[in-house]
């Protein structure tokens, strides 16, 4: 079974830091992009970051560039969002998502773990 | 950036009925070389992450049944959600993977009417 499991979420204050984590299973990890996606509160998707499958190329929206990085680490079959200098409009739950096809640069998200939430407040 | 507009905000449907939403994209999404759309819909239930309904502007995803149904070409897309079923109501969003930053349209509130 094709699966995406996400932790790390948590409270954490403005300025604060957090490492996301994204476990994946069923499938081969190393054949497909990876995204991070997130939703705040009552709001709409948002999408956030992602990283090719070797982890060579990687895309940021505009708000998160130069505080967020993804990354990888194909051998342990995860992906990662390291969160820094977090801002209250940051707080969301972070999904993080997989390609439904892997021969493909981008084809839309087949797979979707159940999110982790961030909550960014004093 | 590429905006996507969806229309409208939200629709109640009769259950048995055709719902209708449209989605505008700023830009095309439509890549020469290959002839796709890069454009995909989602349905997102309360308290659950999404789930992919139709990518490549048209081609259903596996194990989705085939009352949902995407068409449209360029900028202008349209979903399709024939004889409207009580486990439809959900908000439903597109979203463009013509290039970064991938973005998704506002949503779409479904009803039963």
């Known amino acids: 079974e094709v699966q995406l499991v996400e932790s790390g979420g948590g409270l954490v204050q403005p300025g604060g830091s957090l490492r996301l984590s994204c476990a994946a299973s069923g499938f081969t990890f190393s054949r497909y992009w990876m995204s991070w996606v997130r939703q705040a509160p009552g709001k709409g998707l948002e999408w956030v970051a992602n990283?090719?499958?070797?982890?060579?190329?990687?895309y940021y929206v505009d708000s998160v560039k130069g505080r967020f990085t993804i990354s990888r680490d194909n051998a342990k079959n995860s992906l990662y969002l390291q969160m820094n200098s977090l801002r209250a409009e940051d707080t969301a739950v972070y999904y993080c998502?997989?390609?439904?096809?892997?021969?493909?640069?981008?084809?839309?998200?087949?797979?979707w773990g159940q999110g982790t939430l961030v909550t960014v407040s004093s | 950036d590429i905006v996507l507009t969806q229309s409208p905000d939200s629709l109640a449907v009769s259950l048995g009925e055709r719902a209708t939403i449209n989605c505008k994209s700023s830009q095309s999404v439509l890549y020469s070389s290959n002839n796709k759309n890069y454009l995909a819909w989602y349905q997102q239930k309360p308290g659950q992450p999404p789930k992919l309904l139709i990518y490549w502007a048209s081609t259903r995803e596996s194990g989705v049944t085939d009352r949902f149904s995407g068409s449209g070409s360029g900028t202008d897309f349209t979903l399709t959600i024939n004889s409207l079923q009580a486990e439809d109501v959900a908000v439903y969003y597109c979203q463009q993977y013509y290039y970064a930053p991938l973005t998704f349209g506002g949503g779409t509130k479904v009803e039963i009417k």
């Open positions: 998502a997989r390609e439904t096809e892997d021969y493909q640069i981008w084809s839309g998200y087949g797979c």
């Open positions: 990283i090719k499958k070797d982890g060579s190329e990687k």
